[in-house]
Each structure stands twice: as structure tokens, then as C-alpha cells.
């Protein structure tokens, strides 16, 4: 969120031209127009875009007043809401001429300005990350304890590499293969065993790209790449963040229902993160 001292705004009277300037040469999409002498008396109730303000320009519009598009109700929202919610709010907008950014308030004040960009911070990354993560160990903690069912499958080449050079490290042979398993190679497991037809009575039916997809989205926000405005735009990061914690609740639904396979914990297994 960009907190409202922070805005970058106009007024109805400023000139189209070189506001319109002042956006491209700071890569500012949209702005809000301020209706008074300052944020905290002043009302915000319009906005005004870059496309609307060419085109305006182009009919021969020199004020930002005469680019500038009202702002409905439905483009507040609470301060308090979650991550989750928030991404939820722009796919509801799909259906509908979007607006690119929502007003956040408290107590009916406006507090801040939140964008898609706003989808790319760290927060969102580290958030994303950790469910990624419960998943992971979930999965695990199926696959370890279906072992003598799946082995075949966990003898990648990349689990006997890790283990291989383990063993050579601390003369022990003690782990099993699943133990060096990553994301990548449990989803391939879970698309290649039946764990997931019995996931999938409560996820419901998936292709095998939304699996892959989620090793992808673990990649990204590991190595800090954009999400929004690259590989996960709104639609389908919201997709793929529904299904991540369906699958988080449906693996540890038929965790507590698996007959362990070996001895090794759970506990013991969750210290990999």
C-alpha cells in the first residue's frame, strides 16, 4: 500500500499535457485528482489514466479535470482486509471496466493506495512463499509415509544424485530418497501416483499445467522475480493460490488417514525447511 502522504496526485485545474508528460517519464499508470487545498481536507473521488488522458488530449482537453473518471464505492477497501482478500478484490473486477487501483480506508478516511503493483512486495512474495512451503511438506509427509508404494517414483536421478553425495559426505546411508525430493519432483509424483485422484476428490479436477504451475510460482517469488506483471498476472495467480491451499488442507486430510511406511516422523521431516 502507498500510504496517502505518499500520493502522487493532480487537481482538476492542472495541465492535461504535462501531467500526462509527468506520468510517462515516471512509468505512473494512474493517479488520483485531489478536490481541494490538501490530502487532509481534500476529497478524493476521481481518478484520471493515461489512455483516457491521450485521448482527451487528442479532442483538444488541456485540464485534468476534463480526463478524470469518478471512483465508485466498490473501489474502497478496508485496511484490515488480507493478501488474500485483496487479490480476490481485483478478479472481481474481470466482468467490469477495471479500475486500477482501490482506495484503502480506516473509520471512512481515506489511508492509502493500493495497486497491482502493490502484489509484487516482499510481503506478498514472503507470504506466498510460506504457503508454498506448507505444501511442500505436506506432500512430503504423504509421500513418506506411502513410501514402499512410490519408491519407484522418488528414484529420480536428481534424489540418487543428493543422496549420493550425501553419502559420500558423512559415510551414512540412513536417509531415504524421498528425503531429497523438492517441489518439482512431488508434484511429478503426485500427477503420476493415485495421491492425486484421492486429492483431487477435494480439490476437484486439474490439468497437469496448474500443478506445474505452482513449482513455477515457487521459483518466482524465491528468486524475487515479478509476479503480476510477469509470469502471474491477477487471474491466474489467484487461480493458483485457490488451489495451493486446497491441496495444503486436502494432503493433510489423507496425511492423518495414510498408514505411516517408515519410522521417520513427521516432526523429523519438517526440519528441512
Known amino acids: 500500500m502507498t500510504p496517502k502522504h505518499e500520493f502522487e496526485f493532480c487537481r482538476p485545474n492542472d495541465s492535461l499535457d504535462e501531467r500526462l508528460q509527468r506520468m510517462e517519464k515516471r512509468n505512473i499508470d ?22 483516457t488522458m491521450r485521448k482527451r488530449k487528442e479532442e483538444g482537453c488541456t485540464r485534468c479535470g476534463d480526463a478524470a473518471k469518478r471512483i465508485s464505492e466498490e473501489d474502497h477497501l478496508n485496511q484490515d482486509l488480507h493478501i488474500t482478500e485483496i487479490m480476490s478484490s481485483y478478479l472481481s473486477r474481470a466482468n467490469r471496466p477495471k479500475m486500477p487501483f482501490f482506495l484503502v480506508n480506516e473509520n471512512r478516511q481515506i489511508t492509502g493506495l493500493v495497486t497491482l503493483a502493490d502484489l509484487d512486495k516482499v510481503a506478498v512474495k514472503m507470504y506466498l512463499f510460506a504457503l508454498v512451503s506448507e505444501l511442500e511438506v505436506s506432500l512430503l509427509d504423504i509421500v513418506s509415509k506411502r513410501y514402499s508404494e512410490l519408491k519407484e517414483l522418488c528414484r529420480c536421478r536428481y534424489c540418487l544424485r543428493k543422496r549420493e ?8 546411508d540412513s536417509l531415504e530418497e524421498y528425503y531429497y525430493l523438492n517441489l518439482r519432483e ?36 524465491d528468486h524475487c522475480k515479478p509476479l503480476v506483471s510477469g509470469d502471474f498476472p491477477i487471474d491466474r495467480l489467484v487461480k493458483i493460490h485457490e488451489l495451493i491451499k486446497n491441496l495444503i488442507s486436502a494432503a493433510k486430510a489423507q496425511t492423518n488417514s495414510c498408514r505411516p511406511d517408515s519410522c521417520q516422523s513427521t516432526s523429523s521431516l519438517n526440519t528441512r525447511q
Open 186 to 221: 512431488l508434484i511429478h509424483i503426485i500427477i503420476k501416483s493415485d495421491v492425486r485422484e484421492r486429492l483431487e476428490r477435494h480439490v476437484g479436477s486439474h490439468n497437469n499445467k496448474n500443478y506445474e504451475e505452482i513449482a513455477l510460482l515457487r521459483n518466482t517469488v
Open 165 to 172: 553425495s550425501r553419502k559420500n559426505k558423512s559415510n551414512s
Open 30 to 51: 494512474v493517479i488520483p485528482m485531489l478536490q481541494g487545498e490538501d490530502l487532509e481536507t481534500g476529497d478524493i473521488s476521481e481518478y484520471l489514466d493515461q489512455e
